[in-house]
């Protein structure tokens, strides 16, 4: 079985798309194809012109060096139960929870073992 070229089909932009904004035909000749390849600057200009820009995000690591595997702390919080309230308690609750440096399930699971040691005596009076 021969093996078919992909050919792209043609842009089509007409004669108005060749022209800058003064009327001028563009020189589209600078662009090369994917196959001409381009000339391939390195990882060592690209650090020299990130410098003098200022950009420091990558100086921390090499960049051909693979990045730090992170790992994830399994959650014991697998369940999930969606209630209804209304803005002004969800935002005391995302308050609280911010307060005291927990997360959601977190201060779910203490207000239930509160509740369950302490608020019952409330609800007998």
């Given at each position: 079985m021969a093996q078919q070229a992909r050919t792209r089909p043609p842009l089509d932009l007409g004669d108005e798309a060749a022209e800058d904004e003064e009327g001028e035909a563009l020189d589209l000749s600078g662009f090369g194809t994917k196959e001409s390849g381009g000339a391939d600057p390195g990882n060592d200009k690209i650090h020299q012109v990130a410098k003098k820009s200022g950009f420091t995000g990558g100086a921390k690591r090499d960049i051909g060096a693979p990045p730090a595997l992170r790992r994830r702390r399994r959650s014991p919080f697998t369940d999930q139960k969606g209630i209804k309230c209304r803005p002004e308690d969800r935002?005391?609750?995302?308050?609280?929870?911010?307060?005291l440096g927990v997360t959601d399930g977190t201060l779910f699971q203490m207000l239930l073992e509160c509740f369950e040691s302490e608020g019952r005596k409330w609800l007998d009076r």
């Amino acid at each position: 079985m021969a093996q078919q070229a992909r050919t792209r089909p043609p842009l089509d932009l007409g004669d108005e798309a060749a022209e800058d904004e003064e009327g001028e035909a563009l020189d589209l000749s600078g662009f090369g194809t994917k196959e001409s390849g381009g000339a391939d600057p390195g990882n060592d200009k690209i650090h020299q012109v990130a410098k003098k820009s200022g950009f420091t995000g990558g100086a921390k690591r090499d960049i051909g060096a693979p990045p730090a595997l992170r790992r994830r702390r399994r959650s014991p919080f697998t369940d999930q139960k969606g209630i209804k309230c209304r803005p002004e308690d969800r935002d005391r609750f995302e308050d609280l929870a911010a307060e005291l440096g927990v997360t959601d399930g977190t201060l779910f699971q203490m207000l239930l073992e509160c509740f369950e040691s302490e608020g019952r005596k409330w609800l007998d009076r």
